[in-house]
């Protein structure tokens, strides 16, 4: 591999500082999903119970894990004084709708990589068979640059395979990250309409 990014040509550069961005925003984001399902839905269904017998037991609890999602969106809805049922659910909207960006973070960079990489590996290859055609002569391959020739060849292929192990991996981790979004989408819809529904019953 370590062959391979040094035979990759000038697109070597641009690649892998696409690989350590790649890494390092997957390593955040690994941390970032693993927090989230490791803690929050126990979280949750213990404040959604507290909440039916004690809203200050279950308002602290959640003022302790305001690292997660749920909870940040839960409080901007308990902490009104006295608000409506149209104001509390308007505020869990709100809340819901700023927590968006958030479980989105790296999107776009995950998904402009995933873009670029192999283009960058296309442009290799095209820079390095363009070293090998001029240092071929044609109508005597005997005096061509042998040396050359096989250098702009490997060139051209190691680029390639670089931009699609770059692309790949993220792609693959992109995907990973979008489908916990959609899940984390439903559970906030999902225990939203649950703390609406003891609100209105308490209210």
Same mark, same amino acid.
Not at 35 to 55: C, G, P, S, Y
């Given at each position: 591999?370590?062959?391979?990014?040094?035979?990759?040509?000038?697109?070597?550069?641009?690649?892998?500082?696409?690989?350590?961005?790649?890494?390092?925003?997957?390593?955040?984001?690994?941390?970032?999903?693993?927090?989230?399902?490791?803690?929050?839905?126990?979280?949750?269904? #213990?404040?959604?119970?507290?909440?039916?017998?004690?809203?200050?037991?279950?308002? #602290?609890?959640?003022?302790?894990?305001?690292?997660?999602?749920?909870?940040?969106?839960?409080?901007? $809805?308990?902490?009104?004084?006295?608000?409506?049922?149209?104001?509390?659910?308007?505020?869990?909207?709100? $809340?819901?709708? $700023?927590?968006?960006?958030?479980?989105?973070?790296?999107?776009?960079?995950?998904? &402009?990589?995933?873009?670029?990489?192999?283009?960058?590996?296309?442009?290799?290859?095209?820079?390095?068979?363009?070293?090998?055609?001029? &240092?071929?002569?044609?109508?005597?391959?005997?005096?061509?640059?042998?040396?050359?020739?096989?250098?702009?060849? &490997?060139?051209?292929?190691?680029?390639?395979?670089?931009?699609?192990?770059?692309?790949?991996?993220?792609?693959?981790?992109?995907?990973?990250?979008? &489908?916990?979004?959609?899940?984390?989408?439903?559970?906030?819809?999902?225990?939203?309409?649950?703390?609406?529904?003891?609100?209105?019953?308490?209210?």
């Amino acid at each position: 591999m370590i062959d391979s990014i040094a035979s990759a040509g000038i697109v070597a550069v641009p690649l892998l500082l696409f690989s350590v961005l790649s890494l390092t925003l997957i390593g955040e984001r690994c941390y970032f999903w693993f927090r989230v399902w490791r803690r929050q839905d126990a979280v949750i269904q #213990k404040a959604l119970r507290l909440l039916q017998t004690n809203e200050d037991a279950a308002v #602290k609890l959640l003022r302790k894990n305001t690292d997660l999602p749920i909870p940040r969106i839960f409080l901007e $809805a308990l902490e009104l004084d006295r608000p409506t049922p149209e104001e509390f659910r308007l505020a869990l909207e709100s $809340a819901a709708q $700023a927590e968006l960006p958030v479980l989105r973070r790296f999107g776009v960079v995950f998904d &402009s990589i995933v873009a670029v990489s192999p283009l960058l590996g296309l442009l290799g290859t095209v820079l390095g068979l363009m070293t090998s055609f001029a &240092s071929l002569k044609l109508g005597d391959i005997g005096q061509s640059d042998t040396a050359n020739v096989t250098g702009g060849i &490997s060139e051209a292929l190691s680029s390639t395979v670089l931009g699609l192990v770059v692309a790949i991996v993220t792609l693959l981790f992109s995907n990973g990250f979008r &489908s916990f979004y959609r899940r984390q989408a439903a559970l906030i819809r999902e225990y939203g309409g649950r703390l609406e529904l003891i609100h209105r019953r308490s209210s």
